[in-house]
């Protein structure tokens, strides 16, 4: 294996990495900005009430886009065993 393909699959890696996560952070992200939301208009400024709504949101996508994480993970291993047999020569 070259430093060129080395470095080109830990970039696939990180890339896929990130777009693996990107669900679970928007969810939270959307839920924590809706309940900030909410405590600005009531004026309830409760610390422990963003846990639960933003744990739920990324239960929720990971039920959402639990199949396609899998997929992508599954095909990328795939294609690191299936270049293995190069990187030993």
């Known amino acids: 294996m070259t430093p060129e393909t080395a470095v080109a699959l830990v970039q696939?890696?990180?890339?896929?990495?990130?777009?693996?996560?990107?669900p679970m952070l928007l969810f939270g992200l959307v839920a924590g900005?809706?309940?900030?939301?909410?405590?600005?208009?009531?004026?309830?400024?409760?610390?422990?009430?963003t846990f639960i709504p933003k744990m739920i949101a990324?239960?929720?996508?990971?039920?959402?886009?639990?199949?396609?994480?899998?997929?992508?993970?599954?095909s990328f291993t795939h294609e690191i065993f299936t270049l293995l047999p190069q990187a030993i020569r």
């Open 12 to 22: 696939r890696a990180l890339l896929l990495a990130l777009l693996l996560s990107a």
């Open 33 to 49: 900005l809706l309940i900030s939301v909410l405590q600005a208009v009531t004026q309830v400024q409760e610390m422990t009430l």
């Open 58 to 74: 990324i239960v929720a996508a990971l039920f959402i886009f639990g199949q396609w994480i899998l997929v992508s993970m599954l």
